[in-house]
């Protein structure tokens, strides 16, 4: 089935770990997003990609970083996690930045610091 | 800088029509989008204006006013179903993000 995986769906990471959020699509989809969702304060963006190769920063970036090595995975990393990164995660993708029918996105990953 | 308001809650019964508005005030525009998200779910695609006026699909409708910076929702005969967030978010036209609004959860009662 065509869409967009999302690894782990839910992890309890003690703070001052690395973790990496994994993302997959196969549906050869130009962009990538990573967004952040709490309670309140709905769907922040952390990074995107355009293309395979590029990457920029959105709203929330800090304490996170990204890489976009083909088409396909866009990986998510907190380098040295703290309580405020605990949040859920989505993971999105579109054909190109202007598609008419936005985003699709994976099921999320569920992030507990403690 | 982007300003996307929306209710946090609403209430309806089923059978009803509910509207959900949203304001926005951002650096630019390129498209309105609302997304509806279940409860633990992801959220998936409802509807995207780019020009002023009504867009209908089925029970869904959505409706734009660029000059007003204003966007609603309308929900007919409304279903249990129907329980969820409700997210509007805008377009940049520079780099094409969307941002969103915190959601508007409704509640279908019987």
């Known amino acids: 089935i065509a869409g967009i995986t999302q690894a782990p769906t839910s992890q309890i990471l003690a703070a001052g770990r690395r973790m990496t959020l994994r993302c997959t699509q196969d549906?050869?989809?130009?962009?990538m997003y990573w967004y952040r969702q709490d309670l309140g304060l709905g769907l922040r963006l952390i990074h995107y990609s355009n293309t395979a190769g590029t990457t920029g920063k959105g709203e929330v970036p800090d304490g996170y970083s990204v890489s976009r090595a083909n088409t396909d995975d866009f990986p998510l990393t907190l380098a040295s996690a703290v309580p405020s990164q605990t949040s859920v995660y989505f993971c999105?993708?579109?054909?190109?930045?202007?598609?008419?029918?936005?985003?699709?996105f994976g099921s999320g990953t569920r992030l507990t610091v403690v | 800088g982007q300003n996307i308001d929306q209710p946090t809650e609403m209430t309806a019964t089923e059978g009803a029509i509910v509207q959900i508005n949203c304001t926005y005030q951002t650096s630019g525009f390129n498209g309105l989008f609302w997304y509806q998200q279940h409860a633990g779910e992801a959220p998936t695609f409802l509807s995207y204006n780019v020009l002023d006026g009504l867009e209908e699909k089925g029970r869904f409708s959505s409706f734009l006013s660029r000059s007003k910076g204003y966007s609603y929702l309308l929900l007919k005969e409304l279903q249990m179903k129907d329980s969820a967030s409700y997210l509007c978010?805008?377009?940049?036209?520079?780099?094409?993000?969307?941002?969103f609004g915190a959601g508007t959860t409704v509640t279908v009662r019987a």
């Open positions: 549906m050869r989809h130009n962009a």
């Open positions: 978010a805008v377009r940049d036209p520079n780099d094409y993000k969307l941002s």
């Open positions: 999105a993708s579109s054909e190109d930045a202007g598609a008419s029918y936005g985003y699709t």
